[in-house]
């Protein structure tokens, strides 16, 4: 299947210029979570070898472990698009008017029993 977004591959390899740019669309879609972890551990090795990773998702458990998270919204449609947050996952903990935030605080809650 050939990739549709060819302007953000131009985009994402202005971002960094010395290793390879990978721009994933919710990789985690279908997956099972063991297949998630795996997914996790590879985009780790790309970044640890000097690649830049661009992750669109929605995945928590994704989110949680990203090194930046860009929050967009406040909601979908011709509602999104604004910048609601910026920062660490750490942060976004934090961050009021978020609804990843909200849902991510629920999930380490939950994880936290």
Do not use: C
Request: glycine content about 12%; hydrophobic content about 40%.
């Amino acid at each position: 299947m050939p990739f549709r977004h060819w302007g953000s591959i131009k985009l994402a390899t202005r971002l960094h210029r010395t290793g390879a740019v990978y721009v994933l669309d919710e990789p985690t879609t279908g997956l099972h979570m063991a297949d998630v972890e795996g997914l996790v551990a590879l985009l780790d090795r790309l970044v640890d070898s000097g690649n830049t990773v661009v992750v669109v998702e929605h995945n928590l458990d994704v989110i949680a472990r990203a090194d930046w998270v860009i929050d967009l919204g406040p909601d979908g449609g011709r509602d999104g698009g604004e910048i609601v947050f910026e920062g660490t996952p750490r942060r976004l903990l934090d961050a009021e008017g978020s609804f990843t935030g909200e849902h991510l605080r629920r999930a380490v809650r939950h994880q936290g029993r």
